[in-house]
């Protein structure tokens, strides 16, 4: 069995372990046990690629020169850079990644519930951390910039702290997810998704959660996309980057997911949506706004760009000097009720 496949023969033997309310209401809501699965719409799969490259061609010539000019030749639509289709400026001036107290969070605990996974919850979730904080605290301890360096830059009360965090996050993973034995679904945890579209000229890439497939054992649908988040929800930034792993999930495998849900570890709930032609056709739409967008901008004056200030304005590298920004504050602050003006 390969290191990312579980199976669960307790799906077919009914033998799941649903002794807790929690572990029964994700199973019912989240997994769809006992539930008929939609059918499996290969077509539908072929029209959402088809669609893809349509939109594509219309753009055939200017994609050609942005993306001969991108690096690695070709244009990477991933999840963030559908999220700053929000505006050109932050398209084309991203803050660099900063490692911070609840990003590290969200790294370990999605490395926790991996490293679990894998072990089929052999040890302690606290010797799990443990040793997943441990990998990544030796990683690239010389590098500056790395998740190591602000491991081992942290003092021993905060990271023990932290540490606790993530223990806590897994220990609330574990209590609410029933385990999954070895029998009869594979679960892909992390593993990189990649369809390529115009000749290679365009990649999606994601890197969804969780993966779980059942055996096709007719013509329904049988695969489940899970993201897990351990910060805030954010319901249609979550909605955009979960639709978005469907997308690529269903391309990839050439089969439709019967579901697709957003697992909030801190909260032990999933906000779920069930499988909708018309929800992956708007997802379609949305890729092809990104690749429009970063062929416009390959080339775009800087007096050409369509600015649009909001709440994403504070991960733009222009936040500090930018006007539009600025005069987004503003009118959000016009817009605060009387007295929900403090820091
Ligand atoms: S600061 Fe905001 S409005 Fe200005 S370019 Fe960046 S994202 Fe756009």
Same mark, same amino acid.
């Given at each position: 069995?390969?290191?990312?496949? #579980?199976?669960?023969?307790?799906?077919?033997?009914?033998?799941?372990?649903?002794?807790?309310?929690?572990?029964?209401? $994700?199973?019912?809501?989240?997994?769809?046990?006992?539930?008929?699965?939609?059918?499996?719409? *290969?077509?539908? #799969?072929?029209?959402?690629?088809?669609?893809?490259?349509?939109?594509?061609?219309? =753009?055939?010539?200017?994609?050609? @020169?942005?993306?001969?000019?991108?690096?690695?030749?070709?244009?990477?639509?991933?999840?963030?850079?559908? !999220?700053?289709?929000?505006?050109?400026?932050?398209?084309? &001036?991203?803050?660099?990644?900063?490692?911070?107290?609840?990003?590290?969070?969200?790294?370990?605990?999605?490395?926790?519930?991996?490293?679990?996974?894998?072990?089929?919850?052999?040890?302690?979730?606290?010797?799990?951390?443990?040793?997943?904080? /441990?990998?990544?605290?030796?990683?690239?301890?010389?590098?500056?910039?790395?998740?190591?360096?602000?491991?081992?830059?942290?003092?021993?009360?905060?990271?023990?702290?932290?540490?606790? !965090?993530?223990?806590?996050?897994? #220990?609330? +993973?574990? !209590?609410?997810?029933?385990?999954?034995?070895?029998?009869?679904? /594979?679960?892909?945890?992390?593993?990189? %998704?990649?369809?390529?579209?115009?000749?290679?000229?365009?990649?999606?890439?994601?890197?969804?959660?969780?993966?779980?497939?059942? *055996?096709?054992?007719?013509?329904?649908?049988?695969? $489940? =996309?899970? &993201?897990?988040?351990?910060?805030?929800?954010?319901? /249609?930034?979550?909605?955009? @980057?979960?639709?978005?792993?469907?997308?690529? %999930?269903?391309?990839?495998?050439?089969?439709?997911? +019967?579901?697709?849900?957003? +697992?909030?570890?801190?909260?032990?709930?999933?906000? =779920?949506?069930? $499988?909708?032609?018309?929800?992956? $056709?708007?997802?379609?739409?949305?890729?092809?706004?990104?690749?429009?967008?970063? %062929?416009?901008?390959?080339?775009?004056?800087?007096?050409?760009?369509?600015?649009?200030?909001?709440?994403?304005?504070?991960?733009?590298?222009?936040?500090?000097?930018?006007?539009?920004?600025?005069?987004?504050?503003? /009118?959000?602050?016009?817009?605060?009720?009387?007295?929900?003006?403090?820091?």
């Amino acid at each position: 069995m390969s290191k990312d496949t #579980v199976a669960t023969a307790a799906l077919a033997t009914g033998a799941l372990a649903l002794d807790l309310p929690a572990r029964r209401r $994700l199973a019912e809501d989240l997994l769809g046990w006992g539930l008929p699965r939609p059918a499996d719409d *290969p077509a539908l #799969v072929g029209d959402l690629r088809a669609r893809l490259e349509a939109g594509l061609a219309e =753009v055939d010539g200017a994609l050609s @020169e942005a993306a001969s000019a991108a690096r690695g030749g070709r244009l990477l639509v991933t999840k963030s850079a559908l !999220e700053r289709l929000a505006c050109d400026g932050w398209q084309r &001036d991203p803050k660099p990644y900063a490692h911070s107290w609840a990003n590290a969070r969200g790294t370990l605990t999605h490395l926790a519930v991996e490293q679990d996974w894998h072990e089929a919850r052999a040890d302690t979730p606290a010797a799990v951390v443990g040793r997943v904080w /441990q990998a990544e605290a030796s990683r690239r301890p010389g590098d500056p910039a790395s998740l190591s360096r602000w491991l081992n830059d942290l003092p021993a009360a905060d990271a023990q702290c932290l540490r606790d !965090e993530v223990t806590g996050l897994l #220990v609330g +993973f574990r !209590e609410v997810w029933p385990p999954l034995p070895p029998g009869s679904v /594979q679960a892909h945890v992390e593993r990189p %998704v990649e369809v390529r579209l115009a000749g290679g000229r365009v990649v999606l890439r994601g890197v969804p959660d969780l993966v779980l497939v059942s *055996p096709r054992r007719d013509d329904r649908a049988r695969t $489940l =996309v899970v &993201d897990l988040k351990t910060g805030r929800p954010r319901a /249609q930034h979550d909605r955009h @980057e979960l639709r978005f792993y469907a997308l690529l %999930v269903a391309l990839a495998a050439g089969r439709l997911p +019967f579901r697709w849900a957003t +697992f909030y570890v801190t909260e032990g709930r999933a906000e =779920v949506e069930s $499988l909708r032609a018309e929800t992956l $056709l708007v997802t379609v739409r949305r890729v092809l706004d990104g690749v429009a967008q970063l %062929v416009r901008l390959a080339d775009a004056p800087e007096e050409d760009l369509r600015l649009r200030g909001g709440a994403w304005c504070h991960y733009c590298a222009r936040e500090d000097t930018c006007e539009t920004a600025a005069e987004a504050r503003r /009118q959000q602050a016009l817009s605060q009720p009387s007295g929900m003006l403090g820091p």
